[in-house]
C-alpha cells in the first residue's frame, strides 16, 4: 500500500496480523487462545476456562479497564462460523481495509487524519461496541478524525448518540457463581463473579446521519474482498454472515442466534498494572503461589524472542499476567523487567536470541565491552537509612559521577520497601501492597522486600551504556563469576588518600541515619593512576558514598558531559523531579509525569542542619518550603566531606580482594 491522506497506512497494514488468527481459526472450526508478547502463564488456564462458568462462554476476553476490552488476552470457544463472534473478528480487521480499499479517499473526506491503533484496542473497543448495540457504531473512530472537525456540531452529536447507543453498562450483567473449593485461593470467596454480555450480528441500518452517517466507501475494494474471499475459502461449505453494510439485511441480522461474550475476572487474567504491583504475582509474598491465573506470553517477548513459563512445581492463584504497560513509565522495558523481577526470565534464550544485546545497557553498546561500577552489598544496604527521595537521588548522583568518570555502566540500587519514605506507612506485609505507583515490589534472595523505581527502569537510565538493573545485574555477576581476569586481582596494590576541606567523626558504616554528611569528594587535587591499572576488570565496587567535582577535574570533559547528558535525560537523578513525583510532604501535584521542573512549593535540603536533628534509628523529613526559591540540593557540600580514602572493591564474586586508592 502506499501512504495517502493522512492515514497512515504502514501501520493499519502492519497490524491485522494477530487479529487475523481468530476470525480464520473460527472459519476453520478451531478454537482460539490468543495471547500478546508480553503475557506470563502462572497456570494451566484450560483448567478454568473449561470448567463452569467459562466453558459456556464463546468469547472470554482481558479486561482493559472498567468494561473496555484488551485484545492481549482471548480465549474463543465453540463459535459458529457464521455467528456473531467470526463476523467481529473479522470486522476488526476489515475496518481499515475498509478505508484503504478506495485510496483512503473517503477516510479523507471524512478527515480521520491517524490510525489511532485502530487495527489494535480501539478497532476491537469500536466493533464491541456494534455487537452489543446492533448497529455499525466507530465511538473510537470520532477520536480520529481532524481536531476541528470534531468541534463540528454534527459530529460532536454524532459521538453522544453512538454512547447512547452503546449501553455498555446496561448490557454488560454481572453474575455470581459458585466456585469449586479449589479456586478459593484465587475467588478468596467461595463465588466468582463474571461481567456478560450478548454479542448481537449488527447492522449497518440505512447508515443513520446522527450516528455519522456513511463511515466506508459505497463499494468495496480489493483488500477487503481478498479478506472475505480467504474467509470463505477457510470454509467453503460454511455460510457467511449477512452484509452488514446492506441495510436490507438488517431483519436477517437480528435474527442470527447470540453468542456470550465475558470479561476475565481480574484474578484469572489481568494487567501487572491492575493486580501485579500489588504483590500477586510474587509467589514469595503469597505463601508459595502466585496469585493469578495468567500467562506472560508464550509468543515473542518484545522482539527477544524469550518465552516466560512459570515453574511447574508452584501451583498458582493467579492464571494469566499480562505485563502490558506501564503508564508512567517506558512500556518497552517494562515488558520484560516484570518477568525479570519474578525470577521467570529466561536468560539463556535471551541469550541466544539477543547476542550481544543481552541487556538495555547494550543498545548501541557491545555486552562484551560493558563494565561495571556498583556500590558493596554493605554500602547499598546503609542506602536504606536515606532520609527522602532527594538524599538518595543525590547519593546516587555520586554514583553515576564516578561510573562517568571511569567509562562505566552504574548498577543501580534498590531500596528496602520498608524505607520509611518509600511505603510512608502503609501495608507492606503481604497483598495487596500499597506502595504507590511508583515502585516495582520485589522479593530478593534473602526473601527482603525490595523496591526499585520505575525511573531506574527507562532507556534514559539504562540503554547506550549507562546502567543495570538489579536483575540485569545479578545475571552480569554470574556472567563473570570466576573471570581469570579478577582472580589475577590480588596483584594489583597501591593506595591514594582522598583529600576534603575537612574531617569529620563517625565512618560510613556507622552513618545510615544521616547519609549526606558522609560523602567524600574527589576534586582536582587527586589524581588516581591505580584507576588505570583497574580498567579491563569488569566490576568494581564502591564502599563509600562519593562526589565529584567535574568542575575541578579539567583533563576529563568528555566524561564530564557524559554524566551531565545523563543527569538531563535520567529522572531517577532528577532530585527536583522526583521530589515532587513521591511528594512526600503534605501537598499534592496534580500533574507529574515527565516534567523535569514543576510548579508548586519549592523544597530544599539542609544538609548541614541534617547530623544535629536526625537521630539514629528514627528518619526525619529535612525537606524545607522555601518560598520562591528553585528545589535545589546545590550546596557548598566540600565542608560537609570527612577526609576518607575511597575503596573500589573488585572481584566477580565479591571475594576479599580489594585495592584502596
Known sequence: MSRQGYLKQSNMQARPTAPMMPPRSIRLGYNVLLLDSDVIVFDDPYKYLKHPPFKDIVVINQEEAGLAPNGGVLYVQNAAPDGPAAFMFAEIVSRPLRWADDGWAHANRLSLHQTCMYADQDAYYDVLAAMVSGYMLFPKSWYCLDEVVRQDLKWAKASEEMEKHIRFFEAFKGVEHAAPDNWHNLTVEPTASLMTVDLRMPNCRGWPEELGGRWYPAERGRFSKELLQQLQ???PDCLMWPDAEDASNAAAADKVPTEKFALMPRWLGTSYWLRGREGYWDASLTGGV???????KLLVLHKSGVFFMASDEAQSSMVIGHTHYNPIGDTNVHRYVVPMSLGLYDWDLAQKAKGSALYTACASHSCSELKVLAFTPAMEGLLGGSASWQEFAFLLRG?????????????????????PWVNMGRQIAAPPLDLGFMWLPWTAADEQLMCTSWEAARGDCLSQGIGLLPWEWQHFQQQHRGNSSTDDATSIASEITLHA?????????EAGFNLVHHVVEIN?????PGLKS?????????????????????????????????LGTCDLLNTTAMTHKYSFDSWNFATW??????DGPSVKANVADRPQDLKKGKLVNRLQHTGHTQPT?????????????????????MMHQNMRI
Not at 501 to 509: L, S, T
Not at 538 to 547: K, M, N, Q, S
Not at 593 to 598: R, S, T, W
Not at 640 to 646: A, L
Open 233 to 235: 475459502d477457510d470454509c
Open 290 to 296: 502466585a496469585q493469578q491465573v495468567g500467562m506472560t
Open 399 to 419: 554514583l553515576a559521577q564516578l561510573a562517568s568518570l571511569l567509562g562505566r555502566a552504574v548498577a543501580w540500587p534498590s531500596l528496602p520497601c520498608d524505607t
Open 501 to 509: 576541606e575537612q574531617a569529620a567523626g563517625a565512618g560510613v558504616a
Open 524 to 528: 582536582g587535587a587527586d589524581d588516581p
Open 534 to 566: 583497574l580498567s579491563n576488570q569488569p566490576i568494581l565496587f564502591l564502599d563509600t558514598l562519593v562526589h565529584v567535582d567535574f568542575e575541578s577535574l579539567t583533563r576529563v570533559r568528555r566524561q564530564s558531559e557524559a554524566y551531565q547528558s545523563l
Open 593 to 598: 509525569q515527565g516534567l523535569k521542573i514543576m
Open 633 to 653: 540540593i546545590k550546596h557548598s557540600i566540600k565542608k560537609y566531606f570527612s577526609r576518607w580514602s575511597m575503596r573500589l572493591l573488585f572481584s566477580s564474586d
